[in-house]
């Protein structure tokens, strides 16, 4: 006799987790180091102080230490909206006919509109500690920018958004948003920096990329007088912090007496990915269970299905560390018409490593098929999601409609990063018709692989 | 010792209300009855099956059961968003420095961005179970139009909505999320209709209003086979379902050894206001307990604090039946420059009844404060609320204060009815300084007051 599942689970404010969860103390072989891109050798901790947070710099080199106490401060902050659901997918089940059981974490019933506040705030937090004059950033889409707004303003701390310029025309109500937490933001590429007047020389009219706006944002830290720079994706910091998407829902199925067969997450940078598998990579990681984990990212921008696993500049303007991750290189730069995020060039390298060495898979979904997922699945589950967060859905649907077919009843689990309410403009392009796909052709590629980095001795 | 209270108390599924509360039940006297305008006798469930589904007819003129059971399968889609949390705003409580116990019901975290889903699913189960062809309805600020729109969608019927010009074209998004759950929008007042190419006919350039709206769509339901309309506020049915949140919010505060001394709404039609308040004016109607209740409406549109307690037609066009409630005058139009909802002429006759005996109390506020607190309580409580319900906030913070003068220890509730992502117009000349507050004069209110129908024997 199973257990009774409601339809929405959520843990106590007790049983919220005091500690997160650092995925490589329990890797067997470490993500290759970062490297200084001028002496080419590893990159230090303090080598990352002008540039980071002290303590963010130093989570990111911390492969050792398993569980991180996470500041009271911050467990204050995310019992504002945390812990978010565990919400088993009843009518998307039906509506299916699927034996499957589905269930989906939703982390986007905050005004960020996303899980991406769960690491804003540890980085507010820690700038603030550090007595910081203020903040930079850059974002794409514009979940970020909004996170680390509400995060820095909670503790009135000034910061600089670089918006994509393409986003900052496409979405004002986002830029507003944004304004209402009083952050400035600068459309990117700009004037306001040498690698954003260098990029607009080449190119005056591109829209920009987060590449660019990574570049812009780490110069405007690093020449403002007590400013850092802070990163929403990629990082093992961020990583670190979204761990707590994990560890709640890790704790939640098992209260549930659940264990899913299946875990899948979108992935751009691989914030939530690599948070929500954090506790499901461990065991397996341990041995303890052999859940399949699956990444799915867009086939306008597969980074991960047909990116190479090689060093590459973290930004387009190259003033970033190298980082050996699955890339497309830094100069590449999704099709105009590709409306729903994930569009970073490379990947964690945690997750990038963990690719590699087979823990995971990976698979790329076209635009148009996302969007006919989340109208599906909106009118069933009453949540309208973010197109990011839409590819996940995608590909839980396939695998629960292959349980249709097999008559298996998997338990599957993804995570519903956040909501579409900023993203109507592409829902629009997907309902009028007039959306495209865009498959990038092996040459498309090959320009990227031209441009990376040659590094004697390594590659 | 008092119980601690958790930021964000969330009731279990099995705690979840079965039954909705009927306000009237406990009525000592009861509101007037509604009247055909042409007979002037008072209105029978029978003269509403024509508009009204039967149900909802019968829910309308049912005065004296006090629990409705909830169906089933409105129950079991309950549980895709709700319980919603009853947050402790510690946050806030502590930026105001008040001794004050703070609570708000937060209603916006499903799509349709507010508590109107509540009585949409409702409204739209009881059409599908009479096999109706179609739905019509109105939406001004475009909360209740997404709400019908996605529990009709649920339940594949049809649904025209005609939506006030003025947010048709101020708010595309909105019309994108109805479009994505597959309601047709026609903006009104439009050609469609005799009464929206009448109101055209004397006024060309007008915005519209819901008064028009309402005309609207009851007349395409009227004249459309197997079709009936459907309203979000105002009506008693509407209060009915509401009802849920007050059940939740008073069972949660039960568990949580709470009772509050103020509990505080806003108020447009009246739709959550009621819900809210309903288990706490039982209190009061019935001697156990005596909280003071408070409307809050917009200065621009005092139905409560201006207007007149008197028979009015619900819409403008005068299709309607008449209803005795606090009004305006039906032709009256808010300001072009108000931004905030909150826009119907007349007022829920229940509440109309229950301010008019003593039972609540009610007060206008301007929009530059509301949006003052609304951002206020966005950098605090990390959650961007709508401006309706903005208009709470602003009355919950003045409150607070007092009690930091007077250094009382007060509970005060109040509803937090949706998110103000679809808003930020209204956000946006708010920072930019663009806002400006308008009071109607006397002389703007006694135009409405002077077209109020006559009635002989009555007014």
């Excluded at 987790?17 to 080419?40: C, F, H, I, S, V």
């Excluded at 910081?132 to 503790?155: D, P, R, S």
């Amino acid at each position: 006799m199973s257990k009774k599942i409601p339809h929405r689970f959520y843990l106590t404010e007790d049983q919220m987790p005091k500690q997160w969860y650092n995925l490589r103390a329990d890797m067997k072989e470490q993500p290759d180091p970062m490297l200084n891109p001028g002496t080419l050798q590893p990159v230090t901790a303090k080598d990352l102080y002008p540039v980071f947070c002290e303590k963010l710099a130093n989570q990111e080199m911390d492969a050792t230490t398993r569980y991180v106490d996470i500041p009271e401060e911050i467990q204050e902050f995310y019992k504002m909206y945390r812990p978010s659901p565990l919400i088993r997918a009843y009518h998307l089940e039906k509506a299916l006919g699927t034996p499957a059981k589905i269930y989906y974490k939703f982390e986007g019933n905050n005004t960020s509109g996303s899980h991406k506040l769960n690491s804003a705030i540890a980085q507010a937090y820690y700038a603030k500690e550090q007595g910081l004059a203020g903040l930079t950033t850059e974002t794409g889409a514009g979940q970020w920018g909004t996170a680390l707004a509400e995060a820095c303003a909670y503790y009135n701390l000034p910061l600089t958004v670089f918006m994509v310029k393409v986003s900052y025309e496409q979405k004002p109500f986002r830029k507003a948003v944004i304004h209402t937490f009083d952050a400035d933001i600068i459309p990117s590429p700009s004037m306001t920096t040498n690698a954003g007047r260098s990029i607009l020389e080449k190119n005056p009219t591109t829209g920009g990329s987060l590449g660019c706006a990574i570049s812009e944002a780490v110069e405007k830290a690093v020449t403002t007088p007590g400013y850092r720079y802070v990163l929403g994706s990629v990082l093992n910091q961020v990583l670190l912090h979204q761990s707590i998407i994990g560890l709640e829902t890790k704790m939640a199925m098992d209260i549930l007496e659940e264990y899913p067969d299946i875990v899948i997450g979108c992935a751009g940078g691989g914030s939530n990915l690599g948070g929500l598998i954090a506790p499901y990579m461990q065991d397996k990681l341990l041995g303890k269970a052999s859940p399949r984990i699956i990444a799915v990212e867009p086939a306008s921008c597969p980074s991960f299905t047909r990116g190479r696993y090689v060093y590459d500049f973290c930004d387009t303007g190259r003033v970033t560390p190298l980082a050996r991750m699955y890339t497309l290189g830094s100069s590449f730069m999704p099709s105009a018409n590709h409306a729903g995020g994930l569009r970073y060039h490379g990947m964690s390298p945690i997750l990038s490593k963990l690719y590699h060495d087979g823990y995971m898979e990976a698979i790329a979904v076209e635009q148009t098929k996302v969007f006919e997922a989340a109208t599906f699945f909106a009118k069933q589950e009453t949540i309208l999601p973010a197109p990011e967060s839409a590819h996940a859905i995608k590909a839980a649907m396939d695998e629960a409609l292959k349980c249709k077919e097999t008559g298996e009843s998997k338990t599957i689990l993804f995570g519903l990063t956040g909501t579409g309410y900023f993203d109507m403009t592409a829902y629009n392009s997907y309902l009028d018709g007039s959306m495209t796909d865009y498959i990038p052709s092996d040459e498309d590629l090959q320009k990227g692989f031209d441009e990376l980095p040659r590094i004697p001795g390594i590659q």
